[in-house]
């Protein structure tokens, strides 16, 4: 078992035939996603790399059986593009793209609560989800994981890769990773991923990855506290960081003073997350949790 | 993207919010003109710099005669204000705003942010208007009203009632309050706001309500929409690195320390300051290159480190996914031929094409005479980064201390 993706996924590519869609499609085929379909509205009948293109999401899963998708289109009309998906009743939505403005997922999100639709979203801004060995949908350097027990969750992405390298060196795989994205308004939050972690067998620990800003890691912290049976192991960075000043991320600014690093990590330790302080730590907790 | 009062001002009196008249002056002659022509007796000259807290810092000055329209306009232009958010180092003031003083019955806190939680716009609104809205959270958190603001029918008359009576207004203020807060509110969403504050809103002597203040902030990814508020980007309150950072799309953020860091990918980035200082040492910047950075844009960032003169040391920190470890090693040899320094370079490649990194590295290294550091894992990169930094003061005891000092 894993959660969100497994060998049954079929992938639909928004935006196959920009220079980025392009790239990762063949990245993901490569690693042996199954990419039954790409939409690009206008270039419908056309193919890319063997790959069938279609106008619309709609003629993808008709004709192609797509049941995900994952979005490579520019930040001006990402939003629409995961409305669409919405639209189509998939069951996952991914969406890759940087730099959608906060005022459009506010609608997205709107859309999502009110509709019928059972499509699940993940991100914007994020590397995308990987169940070793079965599917990824994303960019992430497929090499560096393992199939295996260790379930994480990061708003990160190359600090997810540094985690699940560390993870991999003590031996321990990759149930499923999944990159939430680091802007303001996501998809599916920790504690969304947390509760399918809980009812998955493969997974025995969690790794959640959180940075300054927000709530969501205190919350999830709550949950974690009252819900969750399985160990979890946390870091959270920006420990450094100045009040006020967006550290890349989007939603990654100290607005409040219960947003910083040090806070989050006090309260998260509370709930009986296993909190590292260093970065370089993360394995190494695992490995002491999991007790090998 | 922070905008200056006088740039948020604008904006409201566009949509028809009630503002003081005045106007911008960058130097003392400027402010006494610009005071001539508001006419009255009184104005107020506020300093323009973005940063919360001017008031205290002496950059907010109400005046009575032209003399000392001149007088203190010409002491605060080229001031230093410095406040909580500034650090230190403060703020140069460049620009002044002379305003009609206004006759004050009544302070109000008025302002519109983005709830992560509801994932919705959200008010907050007090009657306790002028101070610090943390400071009131604090000592009298029962004052604060908050309301979330549906997206789809936007805010509404009846929700500008709704927190009037909240906050106590007067009945004959409800439906002028309400319209104001709708007018205010119309300002933020339309153009991205991430937060829109209002502090004071006051009620003047008869019975106007009117925006004394404006503190905004619109979102950067959202500028491709509203040219006209990018063309209101204040350079000049940006460091010169920051600048340079802006203009390649680099995410960069000065801090105090020696170690320039250079990281693709905002968490590691973060992470990677952090690891520092668990060895006792400070980064000098947050930098990421991002996810699509291509040689010239490695360039030009590890440029902006070497031309950075607190930096001492370098420390590059990689994990290659999309970005390429080769690309990275050109990028930073490519920058170094440009600002030729003898500082050293620590190395932390991982991910992809990092052996083709590693070695394209070493090879220029030994051609140009580099001094190169490599190192395996982000915690050997870092331990060698912060000796390299404190040099001979280097003293292992210091981890220990910083580590206790947090616990």
Redesign the interface.
């Given at each position: 078992m894993s959660i969100l993706v497994n060998n049954r996924t079929k992938v639909v590519v928004q935006g196959l035939t920009g220079s980025q869609g392009k790239f990762h499609a063949q990245k993901m085929k490569e690693y042996g996603t199954n990419i039954v379909a790409g939409v690009v509205p206008g270039r419908g009948g056309t193919e890319v790399d063997g790959t069938p293109v279609f106008d619309t999401v709609e003629e993808a899963i008709r004709q192609a059986g797509a049941n995900a998708s994952i979005v490579y289109v520019p930040p001006a009309y990402a939003a629409d593009a995961v409305i669409e998906s919405v639209d189509a009743n998939l069951d996952l939505c991914v969406c890759i793209t940087e730099g959608i403005p906060v005022k459009d997922m506010i609608k997205v999100k709107r859309l999502m609560k009110t509709s019928s639709s059972k499509t699940m979203l993940v991100g914007p801004n994020c590397p995308g989800v990987i169940t070793p060995g079965e599917c990824k949908m994303g960019i992430m350097p497929g090499e560096i994981h393992t199939a295996g027990t260790v379930g994480i969750i990061s708003k990160s992405g190359t600090l997810t890769y540094e985690a699940v390298k560390q993870v991999s060196a003590f031996g321990y795989g990759q149930s499923t990773c999944i990159g939430i994205g680091g802007d303001p308004i996501i998809g599916l939050k920790y504690i969304d991923l947390l509760e399918m972690f809980q009812f998955d067998a493969q997974t025995e620990c969690v790794v959640l990855i959180g940075e300054i800003g927000g709530q969501a890691e205190v919350k999830a912290g709550e949950w974690i506290k009252q819900n969750f049976n399985k160990p979890v192991v946390s870091f959270i960075a920006g420990q450094t960081a100045p009040k006020g000043k967006r550290m890349g991320h989007a939603g990654a600014i100290i607005s409040g003073g219960d947003d910083t690093a040090a806070a989050k990590m006090k309260a998260l330790e509370k709930c009986g997350v296993h909190v590292v302080q260093s970065p370089a730590d993360i394995g190494k907790k695992v490995a002491e949790v999991l007790g090998k | 993207m922070d905008l200056h009062e006088f740039q948020a001002k604008g904006l409201l009196r566009n949509y028809g919010v009630p503002v003081p008249d005045g106007g911008v002056a960058s130097t003392a002659s400027d402010a006494l003109r610009v005071a001539k022509e508001l006419r009255g007796d009184a104005w107020v000259i506020k300093a323009q710099v973005h940063a919360g807290g001017r008031g205290k810092a002496g950059g907010v000055k109400v005046v009575n005669s032209f003399s000392d329209v001149y007088d203190v306009a010409s002491h605060m232009l080229g001031m230093k204000i410095v406040t909580k958010?500034t650090?230190p180092e403060g703020k140069i003031v460049r620009r002044t705003l002379i305003e009609k003083a206004t006759d004050i019955k009544q302070e109000i806190y008025l302002s519109f942010l983005?709830d992560?939680?509801s994932?919705?716009?959200m008010i907050i609104a007090s009657a306790e208007g002028g101070m610090d809205i943390?400071e009131v959270a604090e000592k009298n958190p029962n004052a604060i009203v908050t309301e979330r603001i549906?997206?789809?029918t936007g805010m509404g008359l009846f929700l500008g009632r709704k927190i009037a009576k909240k906050i106590g207004l007067e009945s004959s203020l409800l439906n002028k309050f309400a319209d104001v807060a709708n007018k205010i509110y119309n300002v933020f969403?339309d153009f991205?706001g991430?937060m829109l504050e209002i502090n004071p809103l006051v009620v003047t002597g008869d019975g106007d309500i009117v925006c004394l203040d404006a503190k905004m902030n619109v979102?950067?990814?959202?500028l491709?929409?509203h040219p006209k508020i990018e063309e209101m980007k204040d350079y000049g309150e940006l460091e010169p690195q920051e600048v340079r950072a802006s203009i390649f799309d680099l995410?960069y953020?000065s801090?105090d320390g020696n170690i320039g860091c250079m990281?693709?990918?905002?968490?590691?980035?973060?992470?990677?300051?952090?690891?520092?200082?668990?060895f006792g040492g400070d980064?000098a910047n947050?930098l990421?290159v991002g996810?699509?950075a291509d040689v010239n844009k490695v360039r030009e960032a590890f440029k902006i480190i070497l031309t950075d003169p607190k930096v001492k040391v370098i420390f590059v920190n990689i994990?290659?996914?999309?970005v390429r470890c080769d690309l990275i090693a050109e990028g930073v040899l490519k920058g170094s031929d440009e600002v030729p320094s003898d500082r050293s370079i620590v190395v932390r490649l991982?991910?992809?094409n990092v052996e083709e990194g590693r070695r394209i590295l070493e090879e220029g290294a030994a051609k140009t005479g580099l001094n190169i550091v490599t190192a395996d894992?982000?915690?050997d990169a870092?331990q060698k980064a912060v000796e390299l930094a404190a040099g001979e003061d280097y003293n292992p005891e210091k981890k220990k201390t910083a580590?206790k000092a947090?616990e």
């Amino acid at each position: 078992m894993s959660i969100l993706v497994n060998n049954r996924t079929k992938v639909v590519v928004q935006g196959l035939t920009g220079s980025q869609g392009k790239f990762h499609a063949q990245k993901m085929k490569e690693y042996g996603t199954n990419i039954v379909a790409g939409v690009v509205p206008g270039r419908g009948g056309t193919e890319v790399d063997g790959t069938p293109v279609f106008d619309t999401v709609e003629e993808a899963i008709r004709q192609a059986g797509a049941n995900a998708s994952i979005v490579y289109v520019p930040p001006a009309y990402a939003a629409d593009a995961v409305i669409e998906s919405v639209d189509a009743n998939l069951d996952l939505c991914v969406c890759i793209t940087e730099g959608i403005p906060v005022k459009d997922m506010i609608k997205v999100k709107r859309l999502m609560k009110t509709s019928s639709s059972k499509t699940m979203l993940v991100g914007p801004n994020c590397p995308g989800v990987i169940t070793p060995g079965e599917c990824k949908m994303g960019i992430m350097p497929g090499e560096i994981h393992t199939a295996g027990t260790v379930g994480i969750i990061s708003k990160s992405g190359t600090l997810t890769y540094e985690a699940v390298k560390q993870v991999s060196a003590f031996g321990y795989g990759q149930s499923t990773c999944i990159g939430i994205g680091g802007d303001p308004i996501i998809g599916l939050k920790y504690i969304d991923l947390l509760e399918m972690f809980q009812f998955d067998a493969q997974t025995e620990c969690v790794v959640l990855i959180g940075e300054i800003g927000g709530q969501a890691e205190v919350k999830a912290g709550e949950w974690i506290k009252q819900n969750f049976n399985k160990p979890v192991v946390s870091f959270i960075a920006g420990q450094t960081a100045p009040k006020g000043k967006r550290m890349g991320h989007a939603g990654a600014i100290i607005s409040g003073g219960d947003d910083t690093a040090a806070a989050k990590m006090k309260a998260l330790e509370k709930c009986g997350v296993h909190v590292v302080q260093s970065p370089a730590d993360i394995g190494k907790k695992v490995a002491e949790v999991l007790g090998k | 993207m922070d905008l200056h009062e006088f740039q948020a001002k604008g904006l409201l009196r566009n949509y028809g919010v009630p503002v003081p008249d005045g106007g911008v002056a960058s130097t003392a002659s400027d402010a006494l003109r610009v005071a001539k022509e508001l006419r009255g007796d009184a104005w107020v000259i506020k300093a323009q710099v973005h940063a919360g807290g001017r008031g205290k810092a002496g950059g907010v000055k109400v005046v009575n005669s032209f003399s000392d329209v001149y007088d203190v306009a010409s002491h605060m232009l080229g001031m230093k204000i410095v406040t909580k958010q500034t650090g230190p180092e403060g703020k140069i003031v460049r620009r002044t705003l002379i305003e009609k003083a206004t006759d004050i019955k009544q302070e109000i806190y008025l302002s519109f942010l983005v709830d992560r939680d509801s994932e919705q716009h959200m008010i907050i609104a007090s009657a306790e208007g002028g101070m610090d809205i943390e400071e009131v959270a604090e000592k009298n958190p029962n004052a604060i009203v908050t309301e979330r603001i549906n997206p789809v029918t936007g805010m509404g008359l009846f929700l500008g009632r709704k927190i009037a009576k909240k906050i106590g207004l007067e009945s004959s203020l409800l439906n002028k309050f309400a319209d104001v807060a709708n007018k205010i509110y119309n300002v933020f969403a339309d153009f991205d706001g991430m937060m829109l504050e209002i502090n004071p809103l006051v009620v003047t002597g008869d019975g106007d309500i009117v925006c004394l203040d404006a503190k905004m902030n619109v979102d950067e990814n959202a500028l491709y929409r509203h040219p006209k508020i990018e063309e209101m980007k204040d350079y000049g309150e940006l460091e010169p690195q920051e600048v340079r950072a802006s203009i390649f799309d680099l995410s960069y953020v000065s801090m105090d320390g020696n170690i320039g860091c250079m990281v693709n990918g905002a968490g590691l980035a973060m992470a990677t300051m952090d690891i520092i200082k668990s060895f006792g040492g400070d980064p000098a910047n947050f930098l990421d290159v991002g996810g699509g950075a291509d040689v010239n844009k490695v360039r030009e960032a590890f440029k902006i480190i070497l031309t950075d003169p607190k930096v001492k040391v370098i420390f590059v920190n990689i994990f290659g996914g999309i970005v390429r470890c080769d690309l990275i090693a050109e990028g930073v040899l490519k920058g170094s031929d440009e600002v030729p320094s003898d500082r050293s370079i620590v190395v932390r490649l991982d991910g992809t094409n990092v052996e083709e990194g590693r070695r394209i590295l070493e090879e220029g290294a030994a051609k140009t005479g580099l001094n190169i550091v490599t190192a395996d894992t982000m915690a050997d990169a870092a331990q060698k980064a912060v000796e390299l930094a404190a040099g001979e003061d280097y003293n292992p005891e210091k981890k220990k201390t910083a580590a206790k000092a947090k616990e």
